[in-house]
């Protein structure tokens, strides 16, 4: 039989992480995805994706080193950013970019080229923000964490605590997530034994599209539009009925609420502000469950990550051509796990597909 996107099939094992998805559980290394963003930094948990275990003090005290020394960006990466388009989006910027860094070896893969690859994620946006903004880059500083890096990165500006408790929150949640597509795609491409470089770019290209790290900037044109319309239900049920699908809504895996939504969504209503748009998404929410329920019966369809994702980024003013760029710099951990975790037992990967077109020449009947 056919499993047409791979549905359902199990190809490899993993210690990396554990999709509940009829109980809406996110599990890292054996711990709750939920419970790691409420009490550890961006760091312990990249550590501990990337090597099982938490760090003890020394260890996350190297590790924020390796982060720090590891966010330079060479000039011939800003030589490269300078001669792309302006009309490219952040993703085609970041997978030409990441595509030509210079890692430590292209035989063996490193947790320290890991490490350079997470890093230069948010020099690579910020450089090339500050290309089309022509505004100055701001000055590589090595004293800010890394959540705290990006976010100063983007603005010029020394950030407040609770927007990098926020953003870090996000972007623990969205660190890793099992066999999603991009995840997969570095995983083929690293079973070729080809280099952690073209894994991860063969990934942010796949991330790139709109129906996987592509949705929360949807998510955004979404509740603009329904918001517009001044009718919710009526809105909503118009596009269901013309067969659009809802961004942020439905997932693969998930049958109940994303574990992920749920707790960006509880970070956003503890440091509640008085917010139209916030309460929109709730009421957005909520209509379009009934509205699925209705219309789509028994297709059990709620929020993504990617909901809430859009309403945490605009709190944090990150403009919206910029969600799955930051989807990326946090993703960035996961691919590099899995590239690792491929190696360690390899098996190129080759499935079969059925041919169903002509076959014209006589002799091939014989
Ligand atoms: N809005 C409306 N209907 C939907 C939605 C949606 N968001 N998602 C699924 N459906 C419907 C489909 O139309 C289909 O209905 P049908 O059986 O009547 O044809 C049924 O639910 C099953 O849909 P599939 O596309 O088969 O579900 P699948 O599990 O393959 O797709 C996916 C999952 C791609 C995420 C899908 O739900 C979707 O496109 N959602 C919107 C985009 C989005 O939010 N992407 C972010 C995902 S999270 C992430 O990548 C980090």
């Keep these: 039989m056919i499993q047409k996107g791979l549905k359902g099939v199990v190809c490899t094992e993993t210690k990396i992480s554990h999709i509940d998805g009829e109980k809406g559980r996110l599990i890292y290394r054996g711990f709750s995805a939920q ?10 948990v990249a550590y501990l994706l990337w090597n099982g275990m938490l760090p003890n003090t020394e260890e996350l005290s190297n590790t924020k080193q390796q982060f720090k020394q590891s966010r330079k960006l060479p000039n011939y990466v800003k030589n490269i950013i300078d001669n792309i388009p302006a009309n490219h989006e952040m993703l085609s910027v970041l997978r030409t970019a990441i595509s030509s860094i210079e890692l430590y070896d292209t035989k063996r893969i490193t947790l320290q080229d890991a490490i350079t690859l997470t890093s230069l994620v948010p020099a690579i946006i910020s450089y090339r923000e500050s290309i089309q903004n022509n505004t100055t880059y701001p000055e590589e500083r090595t004293d800010l964490d890394h959540v705290a890096y990006y976010l100063y990165m983007l603005t010029g500006e020394e950030p407040s605590p ?3 408790k926020a953003l870090e929150t996000y972007m623990i949640l969205t660190m890793e997530h099992g066999l999603n597509a991009s995840t997969f795609s570095a995983r083929v491409t690293a079973s070729t034994e080809s280099d952690l470089g073209s894994a991860a770019t063969s990934a942010i290209g796949t991330m790139k599209g709109p129906l996987h790290g592509g949705a929360p900037s949807g998510v955004i ?8 319309s001044g009718d919710i239900r009526g809105s ?19 049958k109940t ?9 509880e970070t956003l209503q503890d440091n509640k502000k008085e917010d139209d748009w916030f309460d929109l998404a709730l009421k957005v929410e909520k209509t379009a469950i009934e509205v699925l329920e209705e219309l789509k019966p028994g297709r059990k369809l709620y929020t993504n990550v990617e909901f809430y994702a859009a309403a945490v980024l605009r709190e944090l003013n990150i403009p ?12 960035m951990v996961g691919w590099t796990t899995h590239v690792m975790e491929q190696l360690e037992d390899n098996t190129i990967f080759r499935p079969s597909a059925q041919y169903v077109g002509p076959l014209y020449e006589k002799n091939l009947d014989k």
Excluded: C, W
């Design 35 to 44: 419970d790691l963003a409420k009490e550890h930094s961006f760091e312990e």
């Design 162 to 164: 609770s927007y990098v």
């Design 221 to 228: 044109d979404l509740l603009n539009d329904i918001a517009k």
């Design 236 to 254: 909503i049920q118009q596009k269901v009925e013309n067969g659009e699908k809802l961004m942020g809504f439905g997932h693969r895996v998930y």
């Design 257 to 265: 609420m994303d574990p992920r939504a749920q707790a960006i969504k």
């Design 320 to 331: 919206s051509h910029l969600f799955t760029a930051t989807f990326t710099a946090s993703r």
